[in-house]
Each structure stands twice: as C-alpha cells, then as structure tokens.
C-alpha cells in the first residue's frame, strides 16, 4: 500500500464574516455633524497659521467647500438688491490679485484698478441706454482678422480719440487713406486686383467702425469705391488700375463735397438780407463756409452761436466768426427760448437725412428745430446730397452713439464735495465716483416737420420731396459712368 505524501494547500484562506481584509484600514463614516466639527477645526488652524505668518501644513490643509445642494439657497452670500452676476464680476479684481499673490506674480495694480472701474461702470450703468455705441473695452481692432494699414490705424485713432470729427472731415479722411491703402496694395498672384483689393479693404473698414459707428455718408462713399473697384477690367495693368481708383476717389471729393459745398454757398447766401439775425448750433462746417462767405462778400449780419456740453464744438465755430469781424453772441441751448424772438432764420447742420425728410444731427439741433417753429421762425438744413440715406428713423433712441466724457479736472467748471475728512471729490467726474453714469447722446432726430427747406446742391427741397433725391443721385451716377 502506497502512502501518499501531504502537498501544501495553494488555496487562499476567506476571511470570516465581519473580519477585516487585508491592506489599510477602512475610513470610518463621519456624520454630517462631525464633517461639519472637523472643516471648522481645519479653517482654525489655517487662520491661526495665516496669523502667525507660517504657511499652513499640506497635511492640515482645509478641503474646498462642499458645493450647495439643488435645494440650498445660494442667495444669502449675495448683497440685498445685487445678482449673483454682478456680485461676482464685482468680486473679479480682488480674485485676480488674490490669484497673483498666491503664485508670487507682481500685481499690475493699474490694470486691478482699470478692472475694478469697469467693473463699477457696469453695475451702475442705466441698462436702458446699454445699446448706445461708446467705446469698446477690448480696444480698436478687438476681434477683426486681417492685416490692418498703419494709414488706417492712425486714422482709427484719430477717429476715436475726437481728433477729426463732422461728417465730411472724417468722409475726407478716410477716402484719402483708401489712396494710400490702394498705392501700397499688391495683387497676389493667380489672383485679380477686382477682386482681392475688395476683400483686403473689408478689415481696413471694420478698424475704422470699432473706433467710431460709420457715417452715413462715409458708408455711401466707401459703397461707391467698392463698386468701382468690381468693375475694373481684368486687362488693365495693376498700376493703371490704382491710378484710374484714386482717381475716382479725388474725383467723388471734389464732386460731391467741395463743388456740393460751393453751390450750397451760392443757395443759402441769397437767403440772407442785410440785417439778419442768423442762430446756429453746434459747428457744421457748411454753416461756417456760408456765412464767412456772404460777410466776406459785403452782407452784414449778426450770428447767435448756440452750444451745448459736453463737446462744446460752438466755441471752435464762435472762434471763426469773431477773426473775419462778425458780431457774434454765445450762448447755451437753455437760452435759446429767451432769444429767439430775435432771430431771422436759423442754419443748421446734418449728419444725414433720411428718407422721410427728418434730418439726423447733432443732439440739441431738434431743441432749436422746434423752438424756431413754435415762434415762425424759417429753419434751413444745409447738407449735400452724398449724406442721403433710404433708411427710415422715427427717434434717435433706436439707433445712437455716446459722447465721449471730459475730464473733469480740465473742465473750466468743476462740480465738487467734500468728504468728513475735509478730502475734496469731483461729482461729475465718473471715473472716481463709482455712484455716478453720464448718458450722453451724440445725435437726435429733427422731424421734417420743423424743418422749412433743405438746401442741397441740387436745389432748394422741402422735406415732403426729400426722396427725389435717390431719383438724381442715381441719374447723377450714371452720367458720371458714362462719361
């Protein structure tokens, strides 16, 4: 008989019911009234060893808060009458100098305050008035692909810093930069200048509109040139092209600007008689050519310039008046009801005229409008045709753009307080005081029915006609293409 030998059991022994296994010991389950005893124990010792200026322990680092649950109501962090957005936005410059430090970086204190000011203009600012155009945060260009011109970027901040402001300034100005982007310009290859020219200015466009809301009659002749370029034959050589171009460029100024402006000289200066008394308001560069034009001409009259903030641009205009000798008298748009029984007719300036015969201008000029027709007083609205636009605006609270704000310590009047402390604060001044928003519109709307006749190059309109005016532009265009 065989004995057979013992061999060792390779089978894994089961522990026990209620035995432990092998390996690290369980967690015990913590209630939720311990969990809460052992985060406060933690958030103690970290403010202890914040106090004491030793940095606390990995081991003893408190965990993040526990996120609320769907139920739990989140509002009670939340200041009384303050969202939940603006109360984090509000809290976005501290969280970034917070975030700074932790990591040893400098904090730029300049941006943490330009932030900070941001942040405060939102919380306070009139919603109703949020659609208005003003100055963009992420600066000119934000956001535009494309290469940009340094002819058009200049331009762009000139434009947004106020430097060249009216209609027809900055009309001139762009036309004359579009010159030098199409001398520069060099056509690609398998490519037409017909084309590519089209496209490379469409960038050079939307720089000048991040700085400024284009113009109607801006928008007019850079249609115009676009138009132009699409139909410059593929056989013309590149150079004869950019020249037939700015060309037709000079040739748009010359027509629809400064000859447009010479024949509303001759219209309006047979309107004025010996004696007038003329109002104004604001500056148009028309108005001012003519009436320096008829006192240079043997006409005497007086001029009552009325202005208003915060551009002020009446001042520029009074300057001009007083150097050739016109008797001139200044004066804010509040005034204009004790001085109008006095005036013979009033000149008025456009920023564009609509189709329905309101005039866009401005803001004030609608004040003056209806004032003058309130006391029978004749209203003249001396524009070129170029600034005609098909659209129909019924108020200016639909579509506008903001002022820029002066700065209140170069202001000749400053409004002040003082504090407890004896510490003086500028009250008009929004960058310092967080409490405060200026609304500014730049233009209103002037209802045709304040309005005696336009004076364009083409004639003497009233408004009721105003849309034969698309009629003789588009016959004026042809004739220009024929030719």
Partial sequence: MTSVESVPSTSTQVPAVGAAPDGPPQRKQLTKAERRELQEKQRAAKAAATAAGAPAKAGNAPKPAPKPSQGQNTK????????GSTATASNAPATAAKKAAKSGKEVDTQLVDKTADLEAQRRHQTRIFT?????????????????????????????????????????????????????????????TLARDLTQYISPQISYLVSARPMAVGMGNSIRELKY???????????????DHLCEQIDTYISHRIVLADSVIEEYAMAKIQNGAVIMTYARSSVVERVLIAAWTRGKRFSVKVVDSRPMLEGKNMLAQFVKVGIPCTYLLINGVGSVIAEVSM??????????????????????VAMLAKEHSVPVLVLSETYKYSNNIQLDSFTKNELAPIPDP????????????????????DETRNPNLQSINPLYDLTPHTHITVLVTEVGLIPPSAIS?????????KGMQLSV
């Fill in 468 to 476: 034969t005016l698309a009629g003789l532009r588009d016959k004026d």
């Fill in 346 to 367: 009033v000149f008025l300036g456009a920023h564009a005229i609509n189709s329905n015969g309101s005039v866009y201008s401005r803001a004030g000029t609608a004040l």
């Fill in 76 to 83: 009670a962090s939340t200041p009384a009458g303050a969202s």
């Fill in 131 to 191: 659609h208005f155009v003003g100055k963009k945060e992420g600066g000119l260009g934000a956001g535009i692909k494309g290469e940009i011109h340094p002819a058009i970027i200049r331009l762009g901040r000139q434009f947004a810093d106020m430097k060249i402001v009216g209609a027809n300034a900055r009309c001139i100005a762009a036309l004359v930069a579009f010159k030098t982007i199409i001398q520069d310009y060099i056509t690609p290859q398998n490519l």
């Fill in 228 to 242: 132009h370029i699409s139909v410059v034959s593929i056989d013309m050589p590149e150079q004869d092209a950019k």
């Fill in 409 to 428: 310590r170069t202001s000749s009047r400053r409004i002040t307080t003082r504090d407890r402390l004896g510490n003086e604060t500028d009250v008009d």
